[in-house]
T-cell receptor, first 117, second 109 residues
Framework: GAVVSQHPSWVICKSGTSVKIECRSL??????MFWYRQFPKQSLMLMATSNEGSKATYEQGVEKDKFLINHASLTLSTLTVTSAHPEDSSFYIC?????????????FGPGTRLTVT | DAKTTQPPSMDCAEGRAANLPCNHSTISGNEYVYWYRQIHSQGPQYIIH???NNETNEMASLIITEDRKSSTLILPHATLRDTAVYYC??????????FGTGTSLTVIP
């Protein structure tokens, strides 16, 4: 199946700093990528839909100025957590949809664990 | 919001078939059902999807009822590595995934 990578796999940052997470589709071009957040013992929560070359669509309750998403190329989307605080500590997961697939399955990255101290 | 409901947990003996049910009573005629699993601290892994016919691949089989209001994922010979949380998903009209709570499957030696 299609492969999606994320970098870094884990990051620790100080409160008030910004952190950038990269999501890459390795063997296909993804016009649409998605960002999710997962707190311990909870399910994945969709944060935003990222479309190449256009602004991301954020889910209700997700602050677009805090979670900046850039999908500048067909293989790369980035999520920047600005002015991070301890409550932003979470597991961030991206996914990508292969536009050549007849259906709409998403392929997920391995996730990035963010810890804000 | 998620359009599916699943039992929160199940156990299965190693080597036996694991049958994981999912209810999606509000599914519409052209919506697919997707199954993923998530092993602890990893990204979800795609398993299988279907519309109305039963489907089988190297990982699992998917049985969808005739009225399409429920489905069952079957792992024919469960191994310890199949211990994971299994999610059944019906995307929304924008083809976005809203995850429910899933079923935590524990395969017992």
């Amino acid at each position: 199946g299609a492969v999606v990578s994320q970098h870094p796999s884990w990051v620790i940052c100080k409160s008030g700093t910004s952190v950038k997470i990269e999501c890459r589709s390795l063997d296909f071009q993804a016009t649409t990528m998605f960002w999710y957040r997962q707190f311990p013992k909870q399910s994945l929560m969709l944060m935003a839909t990222s479309n190449e070359g256009s602004k991301a669509t954020y889910e209700q309750g997700v602050e677009k100025d805090k979670f900046l998403i850039n999908h500048a190329s067909l293989t790369l989307s980035t999520l920047t957590v600005t002015s991070a605080h301890p409550e932003d500590s979470s597991f961030y997961i991206c996914s990508a949809r292969d536009p050549h697939s007849a259906h709409y399955e998403q392929y997920f990255g391995p996730g990035t664990r963010l810890t804000v101290t | 919001d998620a359009k599916t409901t699943q039992p929160p947990s199940m156990d299965c003996a190693e080597g036996r078939a694991a049958n994981l049910p999912c209810n999606h009573s509000t599914i519409s005629g052209n919506e697919y059902v997707y199954w993923y699993r998530q092993i602890h601290s990893q990204g979800p892994q795609y398993i299988i999807h279907g519309l109305k016919n039963n489907e089988t691949n190297e990982m699992a089989s998917l049985i969808i009822t005739e009225d399409r209001k429920s489905s069952t994922l079957i792992l024919p010979h469960a191994t310890l590595r199949d211990t994971a949380v299994y999610y059944c998903i019906v995307p929304n009209t924008g083809n976005q995934f809203y995850f429910g709570t899933g079923t935590s499957l524990t395969v017992i030696p």
